[in-house]
């Protein structure tokens, strides 16, 4: 009787033992993409690829997916992708799941964002053989004599009154980007544009705006380490609107392209200094930062300060 309780355990222990091993599932590394800071332009085509391997060795299978966009093919490690055409910032999300040949019912995902801009330039519809370039800020900080230490890089209003001082910095890494693309030739003018902030004073101050230029060894700077106390270096005046009333009405345009095109040429950004020294009434002079739109989403890009490039066409 016992010789046979142990034959049937035997027989069980090597039913376990030929068992085949459970299933390991694929292990996803990275999202490999073309664009290397995840940004781009709507319209734009980047390359995604999906680095993935299975314990295995058994065979993947992909499937791709977007919340925006079109892919050329989603069955592959490898895709292209081609991000929407848009009118403000968006985000788009892109993901991957991969499965084996052996257990297809469970996926293994991993995604990434990136981050979709509107195509910086514009076809004015009264003005033929001309193309706007349109770059929106990408710091603006004002800092504070009085207070030399604080960092304002978050605020709505850029100030530029007395003891205030306001700095921009544009990427224009893409800037030559579209001469052949759109077929342009020479440029016609270069503006910084700023929307005038609010002002509740019942005297609204006037006064002279000046921009000054900022070498292009004192560019790396950043909105949200930016005082008074370690703020960029400025050279000469570059600019100046005479008589500004600051109020909420209106946009002031700095006229900017002698310095852009002396200093442009081998340089990825654009930096600026604005100050408003001497108002009629001692009082804060301000114009809106790219913060606003944060705060209130219907104003969109309206009050960013943009860096306007006109060109025309061959």
Not at 100 to 108: H, I, R, T, Y
Not at 122 to 131: Q, T
Not at 172 to 188: P, V
Not at 216 to 242: F, H, M
Request: with cysteine; proline share 7%.
């Amino acid at each position: 009787m016992g010789t046979k309780y142990y034959l049937v355990f035997f027989i069980f222990l090597t039913l376990i033992s030929c068992a085949p091993p459970e299933n390991k599932p694929p292990q996803i590394t990275d999202i490999i993409c073309s664009e290397n800071d995840l940004q781009i332009y709507g319209g734009s085509t980047v390359i995604f690829d999906c680095i993935a391997t299975d314990p295995e060795g058994d065979k993947l299978f992909y499937n791709w997916n977007a919340t925006s966009g079109t892919f050329n093919r989603t069955a592959s490690s490898t895709v292209t992708w081609t991000s929407p055409v848009v009118t403000m910032e968006s985000i788009a999300q892109i993901k991957v799941e991969v499965t084996d040949s052996e257990n297809p019912d469970k996926p293994q995902y991993r995604a990434i964002f990136i981050s979709v801009d509107p195509i910086p330039i514009v076809i004015p519809p009264n003005d033929p053989g001309s193309f706007y370039y349109i770059k929106y800020v990408c710091d603006d900080a004002y800092v504070d004599a009085t207070h030399p230490d604080e960092k304002c890089g978050n605020e709505v209003n850029l100030f530029t009154g007395p003891g205030y001082y306001t700095y921009l910095r544009f990427d224009i890494r893409d800037k030559y980007n579209y001469l052949n693309q759109y077929n342009l030739s020479s440029i016609e003018k270069v503006e910084i544009r700023l929307a005038k902030g609010y002002n509740n004073t019942a005297v609204k101050p006037i006064g002279t705006t000046i921009l000054y230029g900022i070498s292009w060894s004192e560019t790396s700077w950043y909105e949200e380490l930016i005082t008074y106390n370690i703020k960029p270096k400025y050279g000469n005046k570059i600019a100046e609107v005479q008589n500004i009333t600051f109020d909420i009405d209106g946009v002031v345009a700095f006229d900017v392209k002698s310095d852009f095109l002396n200093c442009v040429q081998l340089h990825s950004y654009y930096s600026v200094m604005v100050s408003t020294p001497s108002p009629s009434v001692k009082s804060q002079c301000s114009f809106y930062s790219k913060e606003l739109k944060d705060m209130y989403p219907q104003y969109g890009d309206a009050a960013t300060p943009v860096l306007w490039i006109k060109y025309k066409t061959k």
